[in-house]
């Protein structure tokens, strides 16, 4: 690895390679007066040895910020813990960035500066199945703690039991929390520790279910619980139904599941959708209702003037083929971004993206299938397997397409 003229670097981010664990700390160690965001790719195979805590604390001591991925889960937890362990300065240790988390605001090292007593981590993850027998006292161990991350296996978690969740339960700071769990027995009551402890100090909060047998809150609930919610990340498969709606004062980012609202609930999105602050919307799956879809479209067009500050919309039907696309659902997505187009884009509109899964685009999806993109066709050809080009009519938007293409282009 070469370091010339690297030696005032404040932040590295490379995240389309791979590195050698070697090369990183030695570059780390490098730019040691200047570096404190570092985000990359790592070979973390079993050949790989893990340095010294000495090694460890020479190289990395004045870093802040270390993201890191590689395949190997184990391999990742294991470094994890390692950092967490012998750097006292570090702030964040983790996978790669989030909105939360970049080297902006992070002072310059001081190579000066005593190492702390307590740690100076800021994002702490626990992992319900092995770490709670080490989580007495964990608030005094981290006092610094603003971002939470709880989690359980996807396929085989242990029983929690609840009272040792009161250990995770006493940090002063925390305004940023993740729950993904998996299981039903204890989800909602884990859940609620959280909310009733943490509540209006919740700025973000990311829900996640991991089971489709889970049946979560509803998001009036989560409102009603944490009303200076900023950010929201919900996954539920199935989720308890009201009709109350709370005020909604604080909202700017929205990333929601769909396949939850049922068809006795046509008002929920219009509900959800409704904060003048909110800025940034992803849905993602096909809504059973898409009279709550039209809905939305209305109140765009309508008196209510919903949206007026969003900046980006992002739709992921989240089919993996075109004979899982519902035609209804479609056209009422296809509707509402043409409608967002119409009314929102001499406002602060400035990205429109339409996914049918994590990796197709739509509009590229459909040059590639026409033959109008010379791009590689392996992924056009797995969406429309089976399919007959005569009976796709429907699914070609040229409108849609050209909006589509516009903010592509932009």
Not at 9 to 16: A, G, H, M, P, Q
Not at 71 to 98: D, G, I
Not at 279 to 295: A, C, M, P, S
Request: net charge negative; proline share 4%.
């Amino acid at each position: 690895m070469l370091y010339n003229n690297t030696k005032r670097l404040r932040e590295f981010r490379i995240e389309l390679f791979t590195f050698k664990l070697d090369d990183v700390l030695d570059l780390i160690y490098f730019c040691r007066f200047s570096l404190v965001f570092v985000s990359v790719n790592l070979n973390l195979d079993d050949s790989v040895i893990f340095p010294s805590a000495w090694e460890l604390q020479e190289k990395l001591i004045n870093l802040r910020i270390f993201l890191f991925r590689s395949p190997s889960k184990a391999r990742v937890k294991n470094l994890t813990q390692h950092c967490v362990r012998y750097l006292p300065k570090l702030q964040v240790v983790q996978e790669f960035a989030t909105e939360f988390c970049t080297g902006q605001g992070v002072p310059l090292p001081d190579p000066e500066e005593a190492s702390p007593t307590a740690s100076n981590l800021l994002h702490l993850t626990i992992d319900l199945d092995t770490d709670l027998r080490d989580a007495k006292d964990i608030h005094l161990r981290f006092p610094h703690v603003t971002h939470l991350k709880v989690f359980q296996d996807d396929f085989f978690p242990v029983e929690v039991v609840l009272h040792t969740i009161d250990f995770l339960l006493k940090f002063s700071k925390v305004e940023h929390l993740e729950i993904r769990l998996s299981r039903q027995s204890t989800f909602s009551h884990i859940l609620e520790k959280f909310f009733e402890t943490y509540n209006i100090k919740i700025k973000t909060l990311s829900v996640v279910s991991l089971s489709p047998t889970i049946k979560t809150c509803s998001i009036s609930h989560i409102f009603q619980q944490c009303p200076n919610l900023e950010k929201l990340n919900f996954v539920s498969h199935q989720m308890e139904v009201d009709q109350l709606q709370p005020e909604i004062n604080h909202l700017t980012e929205l990333e929601l599941l769909v396949t939850h609202i049922s068809k006795d609930r046509s008002d929920l999105l219009s509900f959800i959708l409704r904060p003048p602050t909110l800025e940034r919307v992803k849905l993602i799956g096909q809504t059973e209702n898409v009279e709550d879809v039209e809905n939305v479209t209305c109140s765009i067009q309508g008196t209510k003037r919903i949206l007026r500050k969003l900046k980006s919309l992002v739709i992921d039907m989240d089919c993996a083929s075109i004979g899982q696309v519902k035609k209804d659902t479609f056209e009422s997505y296809a509707e509402l971004i043409d409608c967002v187009d119409e009314c929102l884009k001499d406002d602060n509109l400035e990205n429109v993206q339409f996914f049918m899964n994590s990796l197709d685009e739509y509009s590229t999806l459909i040059r590639c299938h026409t033959g109008t993109s010379g791009g590689p066709k392996i992924r056009s050809e797995l969406f429309f397997s089976g399919a007959k080009r005569n009976q796709l009519n429907w699914f070609v938007d040229t409108d849609l397409i050209s909006i589509l293409n516009r903010f592509y282009i932009n």
